[in-house]
Protein backbone atom coordinates (compact mmCIF):
# COMPACT_ATOMS: atom_id res chain seq x y z
CA UNK A 1 0.00 0.00 0.00
CA UNK A 2 1.58 3.47 -1.50
CA UNK A 3 2.55 5.41 2.28
CA UNK A 4 -0.32 8.07 1.94
CA UNK A 5 -3.10 5.67 1.65
CA UNK A 6 -1.63 3.83 4.70
CA UNK A 7 -1.40 7.35 6.59
CA UNK A 8 -5.04 7.50 5.37
CA UNK A 9 -6.07 4.50 6.87
CA UNK A 10 -4.28 4.77 9.68
CA UNK A 11 -6.16 8.57 10.46
CA UNK A 12 -9.34 7.82 9.27
CA UNK A 13 -10.00 4.73 10.49
CA UNK A 14 -11.80 5.18 13.52
CA UNK A 15 -13.93 8.32 15.69
CA UNK A 16 -11.80 7.83 18.46
CA UNK A 17 -8.80 8.90 16.31
CA UNK A 18 -10.81 11.55 14.91
CA UNK A 19 -11.13 12.92 18.61
CA UNK A 20 -7.50 12.68 19.14
CA UNK A 21 -6.98 14.68 16.46
CA UNK A 22 -9.29 17.19 16.99
CA UNK A 23 -8.35 17.25 20.58
CA UNK A 24 -4.68 17.72 19.90
CA UNK A 25 -5.01 20.08 16.88
CA UNK A 26 -7.03 22.17 19.36
CA UNK A 27 -4.62 21.92 21.82
CA UNK A 28 -1.57 21.84 20.27
CA UNK A 29 0.52 22.07 23.27
CA UNK A 30 -1.13 19.77 25.15
CA UNK A 31 1.43 17.66 26.77
CA UNK A 32 -0.31 14.70 29.40
CA UNK A 33 -0.22 11.40 30.55
CA UNK A 34 -2.87 8.53 28.48
CA UNK A 35 -5.36 9.13 31.63
CA UNK A 36 -5.84 12.40 30.95
CA UNK A 37 -6.26 12.01 27.05
CA UNK A 38 -8.44 9.57 27.29
CA UNK A 39 -10.51 11.64 30.32
CA UNK A 40 -10.45 14.80 27.81
CA UNK A 41 -12.46 13.24 25.18
CA UNK A 42 -14.67 10.40 27.32
CA UNK A 43 -13.09 7.84 26.84
CA UNK A 44 -11.39 5.43 29.37
CA UNK A 45 -7.18 4.66 28.80
CA UNK A 46 -7.89 1.13 27.49
CA UNK A 47 -10.37 2.29 24.68
CA UNK A 48 -7.95 4.94 23.29
CA UNK A 49 -4.45 2.44 23.25
CA UNK A 50 -5.55 1.20 20.01
CA UNK A 51 -5.69 4.52 18.30
CA UNK A 52 -2.88 6.07 19.93
CA UNK A 53 -0.58 3.83 19.17
CA UNK A 54 -1.60 4.11 15.29
CA UNK A 55 -1.16 7.93 15.83
CA UNK A 56 2.02 7.12 17.30
CA UNK A 57 3.33 5.02 14.53
CA UNK A 58 2.25 7.75 11.93
CA UNK A 59 4.00 10.13 13.98
CA UNK A 60 1.44 12.58 14.62
CA UNK A 61 1.43 11.85 18.63
CA UNK A 62 4.44 11.19 20.20
CA UNK A 63 5.75 9.81 23.93
CA UNK A 64 7.90 11.03 26.40
CA UNK A 65 8.85 9.56 29.01
CA UNK A 66 9.63 11.22 32.10
CA UNK A 67 10.65 10.39 35.83
CA UNK A 68 7.14 9.27 36.72
CA UNK A 69 5.39 8.84 33.80
CA UNK A 70 4.90 8.39 30.15
CA UNK A 71 3.35 11.74 28.36
CA UNK A 72 1.51 12.13 25.14
CA UNK A 73 1.82 14.81 22.99
CA UNK A 74 1.21 16.47 19.21
CA UNK A 75 4.03 16.79 16.79
CA UNK A 76 2.87 19.95 14.85
CA UNK A 77 6.28 19.66 12.39
CA UNK A 78 5.05 16.03 11.69
CA UNK A 79 1.48 16.78 11.05
CA UNK A 80 2.67 19.79 8.73
CA UNK A 81 4.29 17.09 6.95
CA UNK A 82 1.39 14.75 6.50
CA UNK A 83 -0.70 17.16 5.35
CA UNK A 84 1.33 18.07 2.61
CA UNK A 85 1.88 14.45 1.68
CA UNK A 86 -2.03 13.85 1.91
CA UNK A 87 -2.58 17.44 -0.05
CA UNK A 88 -0.56 16.23 -2.65
CA UNK A 89 -1.96 12.30 -3.22
CA UNK A 90 -5.32 13.97 -2.93
CA UNK A 91 -4.37 16.27 -5.65
CA UNK A 92 -2.71 14.04 -7.95
CA UNK A 93 -5.64 11.45 -7.46
CA UNK A 94 -8.37 14.29 -8.13
CA UNK A 95 -6.32 14.85 -11.79
Known sequence: MPQPK???NKLLSSNTKADLLTLFNEKTR???EREQVAKR???TPA??????EDLIEVGI?????TRRSEM???DSKRAAEIQR????????SLE
Not at 47 to 52: A, Q, V
Open 72 to 74: IQY
Open 47 to 52: EIDKDL
Open 85 to 92: ILANYIEK
Open 61 to 65: ISRKK
Open 30 to 32: LSA
Open 6 to 8: RIL
Open 41 to 43: IGR
